[in-house]
């Protein structure tokens, strides 16, 4: 258990809203992943951090701002919500003594009406 | 951009039999990973394969890698029905801090 935790776990939202979406984690990892999962599509990179304000793209970043300003704390904004970011949002970490292996956390399920 | 290409998408069978899924990929790699995800659960990480290497076990679960045919197989063996689930392959992309994941084999056991 990489201690990883979202919230909220559930939002129902209208479009044009903001919604922030958190991740937290509690054993000081470096790298930090948002990704969304869809039907049809698998899970797609949208952005991740290795550090304390320090993010980069992935590959499905429009429409998307994520913010790191401490090391357990990895959120991810969508400043205006739309309907096709209806979705299940996945918060991932790679563990320091293991850099290859992402361990998940539980998700949140958006719906954008 | 997809990476690894999961085949089939889906999978059903019966407890005690083996299961296998195949993993097709584009680049080159430096590791291929398999994750298990449980219906409306996170990924679950299974077991990393580097590209030195061509075979490796974890318990029931075996993971080929071909890297000159860019492909990699899990094999489930003597399936429970605790197995049902979606398994994804999840590659790096020529070494990269980001993983590239499939779209998953769903995979369905029958007690």
């Known amino acids: 258990d990489a201690g990883i935790t979202q919230s909220p776990r559930h939002k129902v939202t209208e479009t044009g809203t903001p919604v922030t979406l958190r991740c937290h984690q509690t054993?000081?990892?470096?790298?930090m992943y948002w990704y969304r999962q869809d039907p049809g599509h698998g899970l797609r990179l949208i952005h991740y951090s290795y550090g304390v304000k320090d993010t980069d793209k992935g590959e499905v970043s429009d429409g998307y701002s994520v913010s790191r300003s401490k090391t357990e704390d990895f959120l991810l904004t969508l400043e205006s919500a739309t309907s096709s970011q209806t979705s299940v949002y996945f918060c991932?970490?790679?563990?320091?003594?293991?850099?290859?292996?992402?361990?998940f956390g539980p998700g949140t399920r958006l719906t954008v009406l | 951009s997809q990476q690894g290409e999961e085949d089939p998408q889906a999978l059903s069978i019966q407890e005690g039999e083996n299961a296998t899924m195949n993993c097709s990929y584009k680049?080159?790699?430096?590791?291929l990973q398999w994750y298990r995800q449980n219906s409306g659960r996170g990924l679950v990480h299974l077991i990393l394969?580097?590209?030195?290497?061509r075979e490796k076990h974890s318990g029931r679960l075996r993971v080929t890698l071909d890297t000159s045919k860019k492909s990699s197989s899990l094999l489930i063996t003597a399936s429970r029905a605790a197995d049902t689930a979606s398994y994804f392959c999840?590659?790096?992309?020529?070494?990269?801090?980001?993983?590239?994941f499939g779209k998953g084999t769903k995979l369905t056991v029958n007690p």
């Open positions: 999840a590659t790096d992309e020529g070494g990269s801090e980001k993983l590239v």
């Open positions: 054993e000081n990892h470096r790298y």
């Open positions: 680049t080159s790699i430096n590791n």
């Open positions: 394969i580097r590209s030195n290497e």
């Open positions: 991932a970490i790679t563990a320091s003594g293991r850099p290859d292996t992402q361990y």
